[in-house]
């Protein structure tokens, strides 16, 4: 019999899972997971993990309680691990200590990992401190939610006279009788703010009193799953929120990858963005077979992905480094990864593969021998080489099916010619595009992007810093 461990995923992104969350998702033969929990989460797991989604909404719930209890259960008898996957803090009407409970009684071993609730860390992404010295020195928290969708019976009269910060989770459809619960208890006209979806990207905050918040919230988009606050610590919300003046906050980025590589994903998150990140490619790795070093005067290494997967190979085939040639790699992200192995490149091109040709042939003579570990795609660069090239096919990327988030996007990132094709392909449109390089820039010309920026080195920060500093101007 296997063990289940019951895991809070945290509030909002996966930048909130906490480490032990992270290393027992990574070992998980099977998961349960929860509606709201981020995909970005699920993409931890291994491949041969079994996914199962038990996520319940209002008046939506794929499966039922008991069920999910009889799962885990059974899915612990044919699985090492289990990981129950729920949002928040399993034990923050998480319904985590039935499962526990359940788990106990058939003898089934389990541990409960807390997750970084919403009534806390949603406050905070919002601007709202949970506790002040000045002006609340403790905080409850409610649900405002019961099993029959109505507000559960709460003292009012007591909750209007508190110095306490109140916090209702659950509780968008329910706003105007817990409004109405402080009113009939004669409550002062106290702050309060409703905070849709905190902590994440799409996230949107409502501030205002007891008297507005009603006529506030009903001019706004504020869809569940809300948070709200009642207390005069809701006053720093305008000082404090952070989050919503992040750079990128509320702008809609498409940014495709590789399968293997995501490098984009975590900087434009934390800067706020909402990313569509869809992994349009998918990476097939090749033999190149035996390589003899010592034939060779130069090693071409036209990408990360190259100088990583040659250092594998050379690895699985017990080659010492001390006998390679010079180094040429493309660009100094190439140069970067190189040195992360202890090895510095002889040369570092500053554009692309064919750039990188001009610069080595004027290294090279006719009776050079050149190795070029390669992509499957532009091997025509290295028709210019003053010498005869061994091109060894290293990998290709092959295009994956995926399909567009989002009718329209504040920008788009296109690290690669194959990319942009893609978004063609996909009729994506976009206010912005940032180009990493020349041949990129061409196919964007053919789409329907307002303005196009090729940035003015290859490199994934310059693309970025790009960003940045044009999106709020085109």
């Given amino acids: 019999m296997g063990r289940v461990a019951l895991v809070g995923c945290g509030c909002g992104t996966a930048d909130l899972l906490t480490r032990k969350a992270c290393a027992l998702i990574r070992k998980a033969d099977c998961i349960l997971y929860d509606h709201l929990i981020d995909p970005y989460v ?27 209890n009889a799962m885990l259960v059974e899915l612990s008898e044919k699985y090492s691990l289990v990981v129950r996957l729920k949002g928040g803090d399993p034990y923050v009407f998480g319904r985590g200590s039935e499962e526990a409970k359940v788990l106990y009684e058939h003898g089934i ?22 506790t002040e010295r000045e002006t609340a020195r403790g905080f409850r928290v409610y649900t405002a939610h019961s099993k029959d969708g109505k507000l559960p019976d709460l003292d009012f009269e007591e909750l209007a006279r508190t110095s306490d910060t109140v916090v209702f989770l659950m509780g968008r459809k329910n706003l105007p009788r817990i409004v109405e619960g402080y009113q009939k208890a004669k409550a002062p006209d106290l702050p309060i703010a409703l905070v849709s979806n905190a902590a994440r990207p799409e996230q949107a905050s409502c501030i205002g009193k007891l008297s507005t918040i ?34 990128l906050f509320d702008k809609k980025i498409l940014y495709m990858h590789g399968s293997d590589r995501s490098d984009l994903l975590q900087p434009l998150s934390n800067l706020g963005a909402t990313v569509d990140a869809p992994a349009a490619f998918e990476k097939i790795v090749y033999d190149i077979g035996k390589v003899d070093l010592l034939e060779y005067d130069w090693l071409v290494l036209t990408s990360p992905t190259a100088v990583d997967l040659f250092m594998e190979h050379m690895k699985k085939r017990h080659l010492d480094v001390r006998l390679l040639p010079r180094i040429a790699v493309v660009q100094e992200q190439s140069a970067k990864k190189l040195a992360a192995y202890g090895l510095f490149a002889d040369l570092v091109g500053d554009r692309d593969a064919g750039r990188l040709v001009a610069l080595l042939n004027e290294k090279i003579d006719l009776f050079s021998r050149v190795l070029i570990p390669h992509a499957a795609a532009n091997v025509e660069a290295f028709k210019e080489l003053k010498c005869p090239a061994d ?57 329907k992007f307002k303005q196009i920026i090729e940035v003015s080195k290859p490199d994934l920060q310059e693309m970025i810093e790009c960003l940045k500093g044009s999106i709020n101007h085109v």
């Avoid at 291994?46 to 008991?66: I, T």
């Avoid at 807390?114 to 949970?130: D, E, K, R």
């Avoid at 094709?421 to 976009?430: E, G, K, T």
């Fill in 214 to 247: 009603l006529a506030l919230a009903e001019k706004g988009n504020y869809p569940a799953p809300t948070l709200i606050v009642v207390g005069r610590t809701v006053e720093a919300a305008p000082v404090l929120n952070w989050y919503e003046r992040l750079p």
């Fill in 109 to 130: 071993g389990f541990e409960v990992v807390p997750g970084v609730s919403s009534c806390i860390a949603g406050l905070s992404y919002a601007g709202i401190p949970v």
């Fill in 42 to 68: 699920l993409g931890f797991a291994q491949d041969r993990c079994h996914l199962v989604f038990v996520g319940k909404e209002s008046g939506n719930h794929a499966f039922s309680q008991e069920q999910i």
């Fill in 391 to 447: 091109i060894r096919i290293l990998y290709e990327m092959k295009e994956r099916k995926w399909a567009p988030a989002y009718e329209y996007y504040d920008a788009g990132l296109f690290t690669s010619a194959r990319a942009a094709r893609d978004a063609l392909r996909h009729s994506v449109q976009a206010r912005l595009a940032i180009s990493i390089g020349p041949k990129t820039t061409a196919v964007l010309k053919k789409g």
